[in-house]
């Protein structure tokens, strides 16, 4: 069975540090992966996808992501967090049909 | 600018009252979605749509009903059967075929809260 699992509800990081949140799956086929981004009371926006060209995908606003199919992960990585990444980040996780698998989500705190 | 336009943004409803949720796409997509989302479970399908006429229950289809009379448009109704129907819910679209790489693009959402 598929499924999308996100370690950590809640993830609080200062400003400037590194930001990293995990997310791993299971799927019986070759995967596709998202990670969305959601501001409060707004709709899901897209970080960045692995459609299986290169592992290291790189998103929109500093942000990437690796996927590793050993380790059946694709984390969710930046370098140096701004206040303006506070926001709450789904994997999820496409192995065709109209299925998605969403993660429960982690909330992102950036600190002064 | 193309995206997905969902109504009304906040909308309270009295026990025992069905609503209707607006959502209107002009991205030319076949495929829309509704999802629920309730604090720390992720979202879930309610409904799916492929084509004109024609939809799928996801997994919590119970409560709810749809229709897709024109591509543009998937209004999703909460009906009274719905036992729990306060959530956050998002309208989604997405291509289909061989350019489908499972890509969704998600509206604003609709907060339906039951007083």
Redesign the interface.
Known sequence: AQSVTQLGSHVSVSEGALVLLRCNYSSSVPPYLFWYVQYPNQGLQLLLKYTSAATLVKGINGFEAEFKKSETSFHLTKPSAHMSDAAEYFCALYTGGFKTIFGAGTRLFVKA | DGG?T?SP?YLFRKEGQNVTLSCEQNLNHD?M?WYRQDP????R?IY?S?IVNDF?KGDIAEGYSVSREKKESFPLTVTSAQKNPTA?Y?C?SSTLGQVN?????????S?LTVL
Not at chain 2, 40 to 43: I, K, R, W
Not at chain 2, 101 to 109: H, S, V
């Open positions: 997905i969902q943004k495929a979605y720390g479970q992720g979202l399908l799916y492929q799928q956050f998002l989604a790489t499972g890509e969704l693009f998600f509206g604003e959402g907060r």
